[in-house]
C-alpha cells in the first residue's frame, strides 16, 4: 500500500476499537464470514442485490467530516457525473484506518455485498483481481487515454493486457531532512549522504539523547515493504523473477542487513512516533529525527501542518556501486466485475481519472498538484501543471527531475508473498536476525507458494 | 404475582440484553464458524467443501505455533501477575477511610478507558527517547531502552499495560467477594487470637474461593481472546516488532483478512475455543468450580 491521503487517516493505529470491533476483529470476524453463508445463498451466489441505476462508490476521502479539499475534489466529481448520466454515483465514505487496516471492505465482497466501484493499492490487486471481482476497463478507456498514461503504470494494473484499474496519481520516496537539525549539529548540505555508509555516518553525528538521526518505518505492514523495496533493487535485486523467488540474493541480503545496521548502531529509532514512517509531521517535524524517508504526500502534509518547518529532499542513498531507484506507489479505482452494472462502473471510472477534454485534464491536475501533491500519472496532466508551475521549484521539483524517473511501480505480491519478506524485514530491522538466512528462508516460503499459485502473474 | 415471582421476572429481564447479544453475535457465529471450518473460503463469496483439509494445514503452520506460544506466555505472565496485583489493591481499599472512593476510582479509571485512548496513553509514555519513561530513566542510563520495539521487551511491556487497565475491574470483583466474608468470623477468629496473618489465610482465603476461580477463569480467557489480546496490540504494535506480539487472536485476524483466508481462520477460531474449553475444564478439575468442600 502507498500512501494514504492525510496524516489522520495513515494512521491504522488510530483504528476506532470497541467492544463490537472486537467481535468483528476477533473470534467474532470468523463468525461475521460465517454469516456470509445464509447472506450468499440468499442473494444466489455472484449475483449482486445492488441497484443498476445507482452505483456505490466507497472511499476514504469524502464526503469526510473535515469537509477538506480532497474530501470536496471526490464531492464535485461525482456531482459533475451524476448531473449528465442516468446511472448516478453515491458515494460512501469510509475512514482511511478502516479502509487500510479494517475489515470493512473484506466482510462486504464475502458476503456478496462490495461496492460498485472502490479504490485499491497495487498490493490489493491480485488478491482481488484473483478473487475475480475486478472489471476490464478497457472498453471504456480510449486509446487516446491509454496512452496517456506513463510508461509502466497501466501494466501494473493489466492482466493479459487488460486494464483493471487507472491510477489517480504516482507517489514516489525519498528522504526528507530537517535544517535545524543539521545545523545544530554543525553539518552541512555538502554533508548530505549520497551512499548507505555515508548515512550510517552522517545518522551517527545527528543522533543525541533526544534526536534519532535517520528514520525507516519500523511497524510491520504493506507499507513498510513498500517503503524498503527501493533498498532491495539498489542492488539490481527482486523478489521474484521468472515466476521464481529471487529474494535470496545480495541485493535483498544487503538492504536488509542495512536497515538491520541502523538500528544496531542505535542511529535510528525502534518506533516511529505518531501514525510511522508515512507521518513525517511526528517524526521529522516534531524533532524527533534528523531524516526520515517518507513519500511525497509529506510535501503537502508539512505545508498545511508545520509551515515554519524548514527540510530538503535527496533521493534515497544508495549502496556502494548501486543505481538510484524508488518505489512508485498511488492508489487506482477499480470496478467491481459483480457490481449492479460494472460497464457504468467502468465508464465512470475511465471519464473521471481517463478524460482528455481539457476538462478532464484539469481535474486530474486539481487532484495532483492542487488539492494534493503527487505525480501526474499522466503524460498531458503533468503538462498542464507545469504550465502552472506546480513543479516549478522546491521539493517537488525534485521529486519530478531526480527521484520519480529512478521509481518503479509498487510491486504487486499476494499477500503470500509480501508476507515472508515482512518477516525477513521484521527480523533483521528489529531482531538482529541474520540477514542471509532471513531472505533464504524468505525465498523457500515464496518458492513454496510459487509452485502451487495458479493467479494472474505477479510482478 | 407473588413477590418472588417479581424478582424472577425482573432478574430475566435484566439479563435479556446480554443474552440476546451473546446468542446473536457470540454463539451462533460460533456455531457458524465450526460450519465454516470444513470450507476453503476466499473472501469473495465462493465456498468450496474441504474437509478436515484445514485442520491438517495447522500441523506445518509454524506461524500459528509460534502466535500460540506468544499467547501462552502472556497467559502464564499476565493472568498471575493480575491476580496478585488486584486482591493486594482489594485489601488495600477493603476497609473504609477517608477518600476511599477516590482512591477506588482511580484504580477502576483505566477500565472506562477505551482501548484507543489506552493505545495513544501508553505509546505517549513509551516513546522512544523522548517519552516520560525514557526520561525518567535516562538518568540511569537507560534513555534509549525501546519497550514497543524491541522483540524481547514488547510482551513484557503488554502484561504491564494489561495489569493496568484490568486491575480495577479485578480488584473490584475481589472486593464483592471480600464483602461476602461474614465480619463475624473474623471477630470470632480474632478473639480466638488469630492475628492478621492468620485471620487472612484461615479465614479470608478459603471463603474467597469461588471469587478467585472466577477471576482467574475469567482473566485467562479474557487474555487469550479480549481486548488486550487483539485491540491493544493492533494499536501498538500490530504484532510486531518482528512478530513478537503477534497473539493467536491477531493471527487468525490476518488469516481472515489479510490473507483472505477465512476457512482456515475459522478453523484456527475452533480450535482456540476448544483449548479454552479444556483450560477452564482443567480449573474446574482442579479447584471443583471454586466451590467450597462442604458444599
Known amino acids: 500500500m502507498a500512501a494514504t491521503p492525510t496524516p489522520a487517516s495513515q494512521s491504522g493505529l488510530a483504528r476506532q476499537f470497541s467492544r463490537r470491533s472486537v467481535l468483528r476483529g476477533g473470534l467474532g470476524a470468523l463468525a461475521a464470514s460465517a454469516v456470509g453463508v445464509p447472506l450468499l445463498s440468499a442473494c444466489g451466489g455472484s449475483s449482486s442485490s445492488g441497484n443498476a441505476k445507482e452505483l456505490s462508490f466507497w472511499n476514504f476521502y469524502g464526503p469526510s467530516d473535515d469537509q477538506g479539499p480532497q474530501s470536496k475534489w471526490f464531492v464535485d466529481t461525482v456531482a459533475e457525473w451524476n448531473k449528465n448520466n442516468d446511472v448516478k454515483v453515491k458515494l460512501r465514505y469510509i475512514p482511511g484506518k478502516d479502509y487500510l487496516n479494517g475489515t470493512t471492505l473484506q466482510t462486504a465482497f464475502q458476503s456478496g455485498q462490495g461496492p460498485d466501484i472502490f479504490l485499491i493499492s497495487p498490493g490489493d490487486f491480485l488478491r482481488y483481481y484473483n478473487g475475480g471481482v475486478l472489471q476490464d476497463l478497457g472498453s471504456a478507456l480510449s486509446d487516446e487515454a491509454k496512452k496517456d498514461y506513463l510508461p509502466g503504470l497501466l501494466e501494473a494494473r493489466s492482466v493479459d493486457g487488460k486494464v483493471y484499474g487507472l491510477p489517480m496519481e504516482i507517489e514516489p520516496l525519498a528522504m526528507y531532512y530537517s535544517e535545524a537539525a543539521f545545523e545544530s549539529a554543525g553539518l552541512s548540505e555538502g554533508d548530505l549522504p549520497k551512499t548507505w555508509d555515508q548515512t550510517l555516518a552522517i545518522a551517527q553525528k545527528l543522533t543525541n539523547s533526544k534526536r534519532y538521526g535517520v528514520m525507516f518505518e519500523t511497524a510491520p505492514g504493506y507499507y513498510q515493504n513498500f517503503t524498503w523495496y527501493p533498498f532491495m533493487w539498489q542492488g539490481n535485486g527482486n523478489a521474484i523473477k521468472d515466476g521464481k523467488s529471487a529474494f535470496d540474493s545480495p541485493a535483498a541480503v544487503q538492504a536488509l542487513k542495512f536497515w538491520g545496521d541502523t538500528i544496531k548502531t542505535k542511529v535510528a529509532p525502534r518506533k516511529a512516533l505518531g501514525d510511522g514512517g508515512g507521518d513525517v509531521v511526528s517524526n521529522l517535524g516534531s524533532g524527533a529525527a534528523a531524516m526520515q524517508q517518507s513519500g511525497i504526500w509529506a510535501v503537502s502534509d508539512l505545508r498545511t501542518k508545520a509551515k515554519n518547518f524548514k527540510y530538503g529532499i535527496i533521493p534515497l542513498p544508495t549502496p556502494d556501486g548501486g543505481q538510484a531507484a524508488t518505489d512508485l506507489g498511488g492508489w487506482a479505482f477499480v470496478a467491481n466485475s459483480k457490481g449492479a452494472n460494472p460497464e457504468a462502473a467502468a465508464k465512470f471510472i475511465a471519464w473521471a481519472l481517463g478524460s482528455t477534454d481539457a476538462a478532464g485534464v484539469e481535474r486530474q491536475r486539481q487532484w495532483n498538484t492542487v488539492v494534493k501533491t503527487n505525480l501526474p500519472p499522466r503524460k498531458s496532466v503533468q503538462e498542464a501543471a507545469d504550465a502552472k508551475g506546480a513543479f516549478a521549484d522546491g521539493a517537488l521539483k525534485k521529486y519530478v527531475t531526480e527521484i520519480a524517473p529512478t521509481g518503479k511501480p509498487e510491486p504487486r505480491f499476494p499477500p503470500e508473498v509480501y508476507q515472508p519478506i515482512a518477516d525477513a524485514i521484521q527480523a533483521c530491522q528489529l531482531n538482529g536476525s541474520d540477514p542471509a538466512k532471513a531472505a533464504a528462508d524468505a525465498a523457500q516460503k515464496i518458492d513454496t507458494f510459487l509452485k502451487t499459485y495458479q493467479g494472474a502473474p505477479i510482478s | ?295
Open chain 2, 1 to 295: 404475582m407473588t413477590r418472588k415471582r417479581r424478582e424472577a421476572l425482573a432478574a430475566y429481564a435484566f439479563l435479556a440484553p446480554d443474552t440476546i447479544g451473546l446468542l446473536l453475535f457470540v454463539a451462533i457465529p460460533m456455531v457458524l464458524a465450526f460450519g465454516v471450518a470444513f470450507f476453503k473460503v476466499d473472501g469473495f463469496g465462493n465456498y468450496q467443501y474441504v474437509g478436515l483439509a484445514n485442520y491438517k494445514l495447522m500441523a506445518g503452520d509454524d506461524q500459528l505455533w509460534a502466535s500460540l506460544k506468544v499467547t501462552a506466555t502472556y497467559v502464564v505472565a499476565f493472568v498471575p501477575i493480575a491476580f496478585v496485583v488486584s486482591f493486594a489493591l482489594a485489601m488495600l481499599v477493603r476497609n473504609h477511610f477517608k477518600g476511599i472512593g477516590w482512591v477506588r476510582s482511580a484504580f477502576f479509571l483505566p477500565n472506562v478507558v477505551s482501548l484507543v485512548v489506552v493505545g495513544l496513553i501508553w505509546q505517549f509514555l513509551l516513546v522512544d527517547k523522548q517519552g516520560a519513561l525514557s526520561k525518567l530513566l535516562a538518568p540511569l542510563g537507560l534513555g534509549d531502552v525501546s519497550f514497543l520495539g524491541t522483540p524481547s521487551l514488547a510482551l513484557g511491556t503488554y502484561v504491564v499495560i494489561s495489569v493496568w487497565f484490568l486491575m480495577g475491574y479485578q480488584m473490584l470483583v475481589f472486593l464483592a467477594g471480600l464483602k461476602d466474608v461474614p465480619k463475624e468470623l473474623e471477630d470470632a477468629a480474632e478473639i480466638d487470637g488469630a492475628g492478621p496473618w492468620q485471620r487472612f489465610r484461615y479465614v479470608i482465603w478459603p471463603l474467597l474461593r469461588p471469587t478467585s476461580f472466577f477471576v482467574v477463569v475469567n482473566s485467562t480467557i479474557g487474555a487469550v481472546t479480549g481486548l488486550q489480546a487483539f485491540d491493544l496490540v493492533f494499536v501498538l504494535t500490530k504484532g510486531g516488532p518482528a512478530r513478537a506480539t503477534s497473539t493467536v487472536v491477531l493471527y487468525i485476524y490476518e488469516q481472515a483478512f489479510t490473507f483472505n483466508n477465512m476457512g482456515y481462520a475459522a478453523a484456527l477460531t475452533t480450535v482456540v475455543v476448544a483449548i479454552l474449553v479444556v483450560c477452564t475444564g482443567l480449573m474446574f478439575g482442579f479447584t471443583r468450580g471454586g466451590r467450597f468442600d462442604e458444599d
